[in-house]
């Protein structure tokens, strides 16, 4: 299921709707986008499908009402807040149009009780059931951890517009698993000389969290091991910079030994 699912993904003629979260907010669906479009509210489309993309049980009217309303946006009486869901999604509905498996909506009317979505790719799921399967595969796992950063294009849910109140730090959370995947990544590559692996990894994480302290000390680490000692002092001055210090005497003890250690290594190998 999941390599089917990943396949359709990156496929140029998926019949399924794709939706981003690993980056800019994008869907990408064969309904009526015309009319999405045309609405003024292709956003807040994007944006109901986005809140029950992370919410796999779905939610209630009441629920999606009150995370989805705008703040201070229209009216807040509990009518007019389930009129604006109702309206956001029978457009977000049409968007993604009918299953053709099944002839069934992507996504549910909410009378019976709830909205909710039936397959729709999500990035972010992909990524999770993906970093899982890893998991459990030990030492094989890098070929899923690599497909995984792959799916990423930016910081999650990057150039969203006003709305997403909903969020909670969701994009936090997705942006330290990101790292995290990141750091397996570039530890076991460099562990087995393979630099383009590391590479890759750092990059990514660089791409969603580039003022990171740990995702800037991977990037050093990367770039001594490849000989490239002026970006690897870049890193480092970076480091300097998000501890708002004037050299390196104002850098934590932990971050100074870990970049004096990396020092030593790449002279010690150019020796």
């Known amino acids: 299921q999941l390599d089917r699912d990943l396949a359709d993904w990156w496929s140029a003629d998926c019949a399924r709707p794709r939706l981003t979260l690993l980056g800019p907010v994008t869907l990408r669906a064969h309904g009526d986008e015309q009319a999405a479009a045309q609405s003024g509210l292709r956003r807040r489309h994007e944006e109901a499908v986005a809140y029950l993309a992370t919410r796999p049980h779905g939610a209630t009217v009441e629920e999606a009402a009150t995370a989805l309303q705008p703040v201070g946006g229209g009216k807040s009486d509990p009518v007019s807040a389930r009129a604006y869901v109702h309206r956001v999604t029978a457009g977000a509905r049409a ?84 790292c995290d995947v990141a750091h397996q990544v570039i530890t076991m590559a460099m562990n087995d000389d393979d630099l383009a692996a590391a590479r890759t990894a750092s990059a990514t994480a660089l791409l969603v969290a580039g003022d990171d302290e740990a995702v800037l000390l991977d990037a050093m680490w990367v770039a001594f091991h490849e000989g490239n000692r002026a970006e690897a002092e870049t890193y480092i001055a970076r480091i300097v910079e998000v501890h708002d210090g004037e050299d390196e005497m104002d850098l934590p003890l932990s971050s100074a030994e870990t970049i004096n250690r990396a020092r030593r290594q790449y002279l010690d190998r150019a020796s």
């Open 95 to 178: 968007w993604l149009g009918s299953d053709p498996a099944t002839g069934e909506q992507h996504l549910s009317s909410g009378r019976g009780g709830r909205y909710m979505l039936s397959n729709v790719l999500v990035d972010a799921d992909l990524f999770r059931q993906l970093r899982a399967r890893a998991g459990v595969r030990t030492g094989e796992g890098m070929p899923d951890l690599l497909a995984a950063l792959q799916l990423v294009s930016g910081p999650p849910f990057a150039q969203h517009p006003s709305g997403y109140e909903w969020l909670g730090g969701l994009d936090l959370t997705y942006t330290a698993a990101i």
